[in-house]
């Protein structure tokens, strides 16, 4: 395996831990080694980094498995995740999940990335449906087109929403983003 093989998207194995690459540029100067210049994400901090790869490098690309998850509670900072097929159990810190306990009610169905049998990560859903648990209400006459408040929803998260949103209002929000997509019919 060498640079050219390497991917948007791939997994790689590298100094002992799991990389998602995130952006790729393969470049090719006369006479020299080819250079695979990335951004790498660590799937065990989700740190960001740039890396440059050549082929004397020792990486080796990995496939995860895909396996479906369902979210089932949080207690004092470690969030419990059981695998649906195996009824198997899998713990991750809150600082594991980063941002993405916002978006986690209970029985969720996510997906869990797998590596030799190992749990690796959660992958959310594109989008998940919160209901506003406090807003302001909206001032009466203020018709400004694209006008937003803050509204806290029942997970803790904090998001700008339409100022027609009220509370106990459902919401869907992109989890890839954190905003405010469209309001759900309760």
Same mark, same amino acid.
């Given at each position: 395996m060498g640079v050219s093989d390497l991917g948007r998207g791939m997994t790689i194995e590298w100094n002992g831990e799991l990389y998602l690459i995130e952006e790729y540029a393969h470049m090719k100067k006369a006479q *020299? *080694?080819?250079?695979?210049?990335? +951004? =790498?994400?660590? =799937?065990?901090?989700?740190?960001? /980094? /740039?890396?440059?790869?050549?082929? !004397?490098?020792?990486? +080796?690309? !990995? *496939? =995860?498995?895909?396996?479906? &998850?369902?979210? &089932?509670?949080?207690?004092? %900072?470690?969030?419990?995740f059981m695998e649906t097929q195996t009824y198997d159990q899998f713990s991750l810190t809150a600082d594991q999940l980063g941002d993405?306990?916002?978006? &986690?009610? %209970?029985?969720i169905e996510l997906l869990g990335l797998f590596y %030799?049998?190992?749990?690796? +990560?959660?992958?959310?859903? &594109?989008?998940?449906?919160?209901?506003?648990?406090?807003?302001?209400?909206? !001032?009466r006459g203020d018709t400004v087109s694209g006008a937003e408040k803050p509204a806290t929803l029942e997970t803790g998260l904090e998001i700008k929403v339409p100022l027609f949103i009220k509370e106990g209002d459902v919401v869907k929000v992109d989890t890839r983003s954190g905003h405010y997509i469209e309001r759900m019919s309760n």
């Open positions: *020299r *080694r080819p250079v695979a210049q990335t +951004k =790498l994400r660590s =799937l065990k901090t989700d740190r960001i /980094f /740039f890396q440059n790869f050549t082929d !004397v490098d020792p990486f +080796k690309i !990995v *496939r =995860l498995e895909e396996r479906p &998850l369902q979210y &089932l509670y949080s207690s004092s %900072e470690v969030y419990y993405l306990r916002h978006y &986690l009610k %209970e029985n %030799e049998d190992r749990f690796v +990560k959660v992958e959310p859903p &594109l989008s998940v449906k919160l209901r506003v648990v406090r807003t302001d209400p909206g !001032v």
